[in-house]
């Protein structure tokens, strides 16, 4: 299932480690594709997107 999100806080390399880090933290088989000049994240889990919108908003990376 892909899960897309606009995370606006996330502007540069490191937000994209820290992303994800967090990611991979909550489903360590989780495939990530980032765009950060469109802030977008598709992510390819089994996990409903709920948990990973948490996670992210925790470390900072509220989801728009």
Known sequence: MAIELKLPTMTCG????????TVQKV????????DLP????TIE????KDVFTQALAIEG???A
């Open 14 to 21: 490191h937000c994209v480690k820290s992303v994800t880090a």
């Open 27 to 34: 489903d360590p088989q989780a495939k990530l594709t980032v």
């Open 45 to 48: 889990s089994s996990k409903p």
């Open 38 to 41: 469109s802030h977008q994240v």
């Open 61 to 63: 990376y509220a989801a």
